[in-house]
């Protein structure tokens, strides 16, 4: 059967979540071999990250310093985890001097590893009790956040529903998500053909929050009626043109009219780099750029060279 074009790839788009929810497989089909490259990089590193890692990432004795009085918490995406999401950003954060923290939320029926699945209201409030954790254990008033894909959505419900604004200074993100995803037009013609709810029905046993990541999605709506961002916090949002997950890429951008708000697309620092939506997990380009929103006394230009650093 012919099928046009973008309508095929939008095919294999949903293909790929729909492996992701069933196998508990994070990786894209199309971009494997990207994928495998990076993941072996980081088994070589492993005995060194998790020698690096017990003295700060996650490591509830740590105490902020005078360079970065913040703690970090990093927020995974969809069917990723606490863990693997950050085995390349959190010991190199950890060895600039941070205290960094991860959770996993919003798992469902019990499926160990694969996290993120549940509806991003209960994952809010569980994110809630991790960062009143975290403040507690290294007495700090505010922490930073370091987002992946819903990772950079869902704890926006938590800053404008749950009562968190106040607890929250810098919030970053990459893969970012703001509007969700049409999943390459896919989203559309589920809905132009009547298949919208019977395919949400097969997903919301497996995953309460794959639909809510949809454009338009009442989640969403919800979510940015009367404005997108919320007093005092300072935004930055990532998103990649070669991001095949999140389409239109720029639906990751939050719209407000705030000067807090720094929205950019990673090939607007160096036109070379072809991270996709995971990849962006292990670029150092997009590491650099965090640090620099982080720490305004490191080096604030952000291009190509970043990727030798």
């Known amino acids: 059967m012919y099928l046009p074009k973008s309508l095929a790839s939008a095919a294999v788009a949903l293909a790929a979540i729909a492996l992701t929810v069933v196998q508990g497989n994070?990786?894209?089909?199309?971009?494997?071999?990207?994928?495998?490259?990076?993941?072996?990089?980081?088994?070589?590193?492993?005995?060194?990250?998790?020698k690096r890692s017990s003295s700060g990432w996650n490591d509830w004795d740590c105490k902020p310093s005078a360079a970065h009085p913040l703690p970090l918490i990093m927020v995974h995406g969809?069917?990723?985890?606490?863990?693997?999401?950050?085995?390349?950003?959190?010991?190199?954060?950890?060895?600039?001097?941070?205290?960094?923290?991860?959770?996993?939320?919003?798992?469902?029926?019990?499926?160990?590893?694969?996290?993120?699945?549940?509806?991003?209201?209960?994952?809010?409030?569980?994110?809630?009790?991790?960062?009143?954790?975290?403040?507690?254990?290294?007495?700090?008033?505010?922490?930073?956040?370091?987002?992946?894909?819903?990772?950079s959505l869902m704890p926006r419900?938590?800053?404008?529903?749950?009562?968190?604004?106040?607890?929250?200074?810098?919030?970053?993100?990459?893969?970012?998500?703001?509007?969700?995803?049409?999943?390459?037009?896919?989203?559309?013609?589920?809905?132009?053909?009547?298949?919208?709810?019977?395919?949400?029905?097969?997903f919301d046993k497996a995953c309460l929050s794959c639909f809510q990541l949809l454009r338009n999605s009442t989640f969403l709506e919800n979510l940015n009626a009367g404005g997108d961002t919320v007093p005092g916090v300072e935004y930055l949002m990532i998103t990649s043109k070669y991001d095949e997950l999140v389409t239109p890429y720029k639906s990751g951008f939050l719209r407000d009219n705030n000067p807090k708000v720094r929205n950019h697309v990673l090939q607007d620092w160096c036109s070379y780099d072809l991270a996709e939506h995971l990849i962006q997990a292990t670029d150092p380009i997009v590491f650099n750029a965090v640090l620099a929103f982080l720490d305004p006394t490191v080096d604030q230009t952000i291009n190509c060279l970043d990727a030798l650093n």
Not at 160 to 167: E, I, P, R, V
């Open 78 to 151: 969809l069917t990723l985890n606490g863990i693997d999401n950050w085995l390349y950003m959190a010991p190199r954060f950890q060895l600039k001097g941070f205290c960094v923290f991860s959770l996993s939320y919003g798992q469902m029926n019990g499926v160990p590893i694969i996290y993120g699945l549940d509806k991003m209201e209960n994952s809010a409030q569980q994110f809630g009790d991790f960062v009143d954790k975290v403040l507690a254990a290294t007495g700090a008033s505010q922490v930073d956040l370091l987002g992946h894909s819903q990772g």
């Open 157 to 202: 419900y938590y800053m404008k529903f749950l009562g968190g604004a106040s607890k929250i200074h810098k919030f970053a993100a990459f893969g970012a998500i703001q509007y969700g995803t049409d999943l390459l037009g896919l989203a559309n013609l589920m809905e132009t053909f009547g298949l919208y709810d019977p395919i949400k029905g097969v």
């Open 26 to 50: 994070p990786l894209p089909p199309m971009k494997r071999d990207g994928f495998v490259a990076a993941a072996t990089a980081a088994a070589a590193e492993l005995p060194a990250l998790v």
